[in-house]
């Protein structure tokens, strides 16, 4: 577990039982910024060396693989830092080759999900562009502000070098309670296979079978004069809904799973094949040097 902004001090104590436990404070020793990661007892790692800057705090450990030894860190950047790309290259370069280094960058910039480009968004593209790094994230808000002034946005996401974003899985979890969405990644040493969310309908669904089972089952003599009738109405009418979709709905073929693709690559996939189609149409020296970078950008990943 990558968890940033702890706010710990050496003061802090903090066990979970069966978890070891490791952790980077501000530099200044107050109680703000900081990382941490949480291990397994029952995985054996090894502590790095602490990165511990004003404009960037991260915990770092190493953990062998069935195929390699990989770097995880979490990471934390404050949002009054304005980070350039040598910044972020000299807290990577610790990392070494092959690294996955999740948490709050406070860093925007559409190629990973947020609603917006900043200076130090463009800076970490940039950089990650030159080095050849890959993003995982949810591509949904990460950042829930409680001013109603201030939108949703993505803050939190992973950087991995060295291992393909094919291989992975991310997903969030909204199972907690704070401002925070975490996000949970899953890396196989395979292609991932997603299996598709289920659905009460599809294309064949007739709907007018679907409107008359609701019809013949509802009972307009329900009564709803307590909050425990109103309850055990909406359960009843639940269960009427779900039954008619079954039943309007014919069999499908089982699912076959998936390659989870990142989203990145399909749209970097989409704008080739595009630039292509317009360059076949034309054959105009402008239109094949767009066709030539978009197929470039997308053999990069």
Known sequence: MLVSETHFTT??????????????NHSDDKAHGGTT????????YSEQMQYAKLELQATIIQVKGQQRTI???SVYCPPKYNLKAPQFNSFFQTLGSCFVAGGDYNNKRTLWG?????????????????????FLSTGTPTYWPTDPNKLPDLLDFFITSKMSPSNADIQPSYDLSSDKTPIITTISTTITKRKPKPRLHNAHTNWQTYKTEICNRVNCDWKLKSC??????????????????????PERKPYVPVNNIP???????????????????THAP???????????SSKLY
């Open 71 to 73: 770097k995880i860190a």
């Open 37 to 44: 990661i949480l291990i397994r007892s029952t995985i054996t």
């Open 263 to 281: 989203s990145t690559i399909k749209r970097l996939v989409a704008l080739k094949r595009k630039a292509k189609a317009t360059w076949q149409k």
């Open 286 to 296: 402008d239109d094949r040097r767009i066709f030539n970078n978009a197929s470039t």
């Open 11 to 24: 003061k802090s104590y903090f066990s979970i039982p069966g978890y070891s436990f490791c952790h980077t």
């Open 228 to 249: 425990e009738d109103l309850e055990i109405a909406t359960t009843r009418f639940t269960h009427i809904l779900q039954k008619a979709a079954v039943l309007a709905t």
């Open 114 to 134: 947020s609603r917006l480009v900043t200076n130090k968004g463009r800076e970490l593209a940039s950089l990650s562009h030159t080095n050849n790094y890959s």
